[in-house]
């Protein structure tokens, strides 16, 4: 699915696209894009532990996937000292 919105995006010849990662971060099918302009990580939460992990240090390391070097990233959630 990911591929396909890529290819209608191109198409349209989109200036910006937002995409939401699903499941995690690290391992999702939108973590191919080399240099985002930015990434946001918007909340941890015990969701999904069997997949992500059981404390929020290992979840917020499954959603920190996304963080590539040298792009920006922004943290809405108030579990600051995981993120």
């Known amino acids: 699915v990911t591929a396909v919105a890529f290819l209608y995006f191109a198409e349209k010849k989109c200036d910006a696209v937002v995409l939401e990662t699903g499941l995690g971060g690290r391992l999702d099918s ?3 894009i ?3 302009e930015a990434c946001i990580i918007t909340a941890l939460g015990y969701d999904h532990t069997d997949r992500l992990g059981d404390t929020l240090g290992k979840i917020a390391a499954e959603k920190g ?4 070097e040298g792009v ?4 809405m959630d108030t579990h600051q000292r995981e993120v």
Request: charged content about 20%; overall charge positive.
């Open 30 to 32: 939108t973590n191919v």
């Open 34 to 36: 080399e240099k985002p």
């Open 65 to 68: 996937g996304i963080i590539k």
């Open 72 to 75: 920006p990233v922004f943290s």
